[in-house]
Structures are given as structure tokens and as C-alpha cells.
């Protein structure tokens, strides 16, 4: 996994494309995590490439499914919530448009209210 990291684009391709070979051969129970440590390893390594291009170049097309984008979109929404707010939208509303628990969108103010002020607590 190394090599891939540090080989030319070309290299890494052809490296990644076996490497995801290998890794759809393993048992079902580790698959998924090892097809998730391949895939993070490929978006940090062709950055300069969309979702759509990584999907043509290597097969991929249950980024979705995996827990690295799933992080990336709840912390998407997470960091929406300031904008929303301004534009006067309840918390509730807020919760609502962006399909999370109400609670959710109170814990992120909270935690955006003392990162705003530099509190540590």
C-alpha cells in the first residue's frame, strides 16, 4: 500500500487497480474496510481528481457507502448550519432541510458557539 502512495500517477493506477483486485477477493467481514482504506488512499493521492474520474479510473462505485463519505457529507451539513441561522431559519427548519435530528443541529451550534470564542470547555 506504500508503493502506491508514492508512485508516479501512472504507477499508482495500475498499483490500485490490482490492489482492488486483491482486496475483492478477500472475505466478505474484512472487504469493506479494506475497500475503504483503498479508497481514502486514492482520494489523497489523486486529489487533483473528481468522484466521477476515481469511479471510471478504478471501478469504484460505492463511494457513497462508505464511511469516509458519509463523514464528509454530515460534516457538511454541520458546518451549513451558521449560514442558516443567519437567513433566520428555526433550528428546527434548520433540521429539517438538511435531514438531521434536532438535537444534531443544537450540539453544532453549541460546539461552533465556543469554538467562535475560543473557549476550551
Request: proline share 1%; no cysteine; aromatic share 6%.
Amino acid at each position: 500500500m506504500i508503493k502506491l502512495v508514492v508512485a508516479t500517477e501512472d504507477k499508482a493506477v495500475q498499483q490500485a487497480k490490482n490492489l482492488i483486485n486483491q482486496v475483492q477477493q478477500t472475505d466478505e467481514a474484512n472487504r469493506s474496510n479494506l475497500l475503504e482504506l483503498v479508497e481514502r488512499m486514492l482520494i489523497y493521492k489523486f486529489v487533483n481528481k473528481t468522484q466521477q474520474e476515481l469511479e471510471a479510473m478504478f471501478g469504484l462505485t460505492d463511494w457513497r457507502q462508505t464511511k469516509f463519505y458519509q463523514e464528509v457529507k454530515e460534516e457538511t451539513k454541520l458546518e451549513t448550519i451558521p449560514r442558516l441561522l443567519k437567513f433566520g431559519l428555526s433550528i428546527e427548519q434548520i433540521a429539517q432541510a438538511l435531514e438531521l435530528d434536532v438535537e444534531q443541529v443544537r450540539q453544532a451550534i453549541d460546539k461552533q458557539g465556543k469554538e467562535g470564542t475560543g473557549s476550551n470547555s
